[in-house]
């Protein structure tokens, strides 16, 4: 099973920048999703459905973006989709959370935003930001 790998999580003063990586242990091969998605504090870490969307792209290129990071947030690929970039700039402190990254195969955009429609998910990496 294809295997996600997150880094790139630290702490950061609002306003400050965070790229965040994701690394596949293996081709991701064609028609698939890659997306971030977060969890805040509180929430209980093992329900995917508490994940909220944050960006997507596809094997094609296109991305979507929740309204919340839309021009602060740019997702990006390499490697066909090995590797899936999540740079955060002029980050707040309401994108404190869990960044989880996931990927998903034969999704419809109007499936896309949605955890559960994800099949894989990495481990997650820790954003804060606070001063």
């Known amino acids: 099973q294809l295997q996600l790998v997150e880094s790139g999580g630290g702490a950061v003063q609002p306003g400050g920048s965070l790229k965040l990586s994701c690394a596949a242990s293996?081709?991701?091969?064609?028609?698939?999703?890659m997306a971030w998605f977060r969890q805040v504090p509180g929430k209980e870490r093992g329900d995917i459905a508490e994940r909220e969307g944050v960006a997507t792209i596809d094997a094609d290129g296109p991305t979507t973006y929740a309204d919340v990071v839309k021009g602060r947030f740019t997702i990006s690929q390499e490697n066909g989709g090995s590797t899936v970039n999540l740079q955060m700039d002029r980050l707040e402190s309401e994108d404190t959370a869990m960044y989880f990254c996931?990927?998903?195969?034969?999704?419809?955009?109007?499936?896309?935003?949605?955890?559960?429609?994800?099949?894989?998910w990495g481990q997650g990496t820790h954003v804060s930001v606070s001063s």
């Open positions: 293996e081709s991701t091969g064609s028609d698939y999703h």
């Open positions: 996931a990927a998903g195969w034969c999704i419809t955009v109007d499936q896309a935003p949605y955890a559960r429609t994800y099949k894989s």
